[in-house]
């Protein structure tokens, strides 16, 4: 991952982590539902770890809770 684009992928777990749980999933579910650990959606949606994510697994993750995909994409300044 480039350090570059740390804040966008804060965003993006941020982001994740507010349509999962607004679709009443826990990280286990979501993970299961994706073929992930939970450690993986963890990470990924955790504020202080920036985690790259693939745009398989960003398809895979909109799929699961109904969301477009470019949604987790527009990002704040």
Known sequence: MNPV????YRQLGLKIAYY????GLT???LAEKINRTPAFIGHVEAPNIPK???LDTLFDISSVLDVPAHKF???ED
């Open 73 to 75: 994409l527009l990002f």
């Open 27 to 29: 990280q286990e579910q």
């Open 5 to 8: 684009y740390e804040a966008e």
């Open 52 to 54: 790259a994510v693939s």
């Open 20 to 23: 999962r749980k607004l679709r």
